[in-house]
T-cell receptor
Framework: DAGVTQSPTHLIKTRGQQVTLRCSPK?????VSWYQQALGQGPQFIFQ???????QRGNFPDRFSGHQFPNYSSELNVNALLLGDSALYLC?????????????FGSGTQLSVL | GENVEQHPSTLSVQEGDSAVIKCTYS??????FPWYKQELGKGPQLIID?????GEKKDQRIAVTLNKTAKHFSLHITETQPEDSAVYFC?????????FGAGTTVTVRA
């Protein structure tokens, strides 16, 4: 049983560019949440998707957007990249609307913005 | 929003000794408190969680205690082993959002 898978594992972009990160949830899970983890910090909640809609959002600007597909996989898009967007981006999956219990995390995508 | 503070930021213990990590939260409406372990190059992994209607929970060498009145909760690891070395995060949940502490780097010395 595959857990949460994320791609790519590493990414280097320059300021002003756009990036798309991908996530496949654990088998049987229908809810996907995205977190940003800066170096030496805990993860910060970006948003959560359920039934292909954004259900909850943290304190992140509109440059951060997402999508969930019918197979429950998800994408995180970041436009107009800033140096401060450099971080580990984590995808977490769970079962059920709005739940943040028993989250399963992927290994993340390390984004570097130069 | 919810603010979670975690102490200490680093902890070094001798193998076989106990480790304790403490967290405080700000919003009394928080009702779910998980602990995650993150190893180098991996995502956080849930190790134990507790709901606000429970004061203590234990799973083998790991235990968590919750004091709702004081708004703090703690992780206790007994008989530490080298594989317990990792970064540990506490978190508190309000509505559908998890707010994480800044993490504690635990090193178990052989």
């Amino acid at each position: 049983d595959a857990g949460v898978t994320q791609s790519p594992t590493h990414l280097i972009k320059t300021r002003g560019q756009q990036v798309t990160l991908r996530c496949s949830p654990k088998s049987g899970h229908d809810t996907v949440s995205w977190y940003q983890q800066a170096l030496g910090q805990g993860p910060q909640f970006i948003f959560q998707y359920y039934e292909e809609e954004e259900r909850q959002r943290g304190n992140f600007p509109d440059r951060f957007s997402g999508h969930q597909f019918p197979n429950y996989s998800s994408e995180l898009n970041v436009n107009a990249l800033l140096l401060g967007d450099s971080a580990l981006y984590l995808c977490a999956s769970s079962l059920g609307l709005g739940t943040n219990e028993k989250l399963f995390f992927g290994s993340g995508t390390q984004l570097s913005v130069l | 929003g919810e603010n979670v503070e975690q102490h200490p930021s680093t902890l070094s213990v001798q193998e076989g000794d106990s480790a304790v990590i403490k967290c405080t939260y700000s919003d009394s409406a928080s009702n779910y408190f998980p602990w995650y372990k993150q190893e180098l190059g991996k995502g956080p992994q849930l190790i134990i969680d507790i709901r606000s209607n429970v004061g203590e929970k234990k799973d083998q060498r790991i235990a968590v205690t919750l004091n709702k009145t004081a708004k703090h909760f703690s992780l206790h690891i007994t008989e530490t082993q080298p594989e317990d070395s990792a970064v540990y995060f506490c978190a508190a949940s309000i509505e559908y959002k998890l707010s994480f502490g800044a993490g504690t780097t635990v090193t178990v010395r052989a």
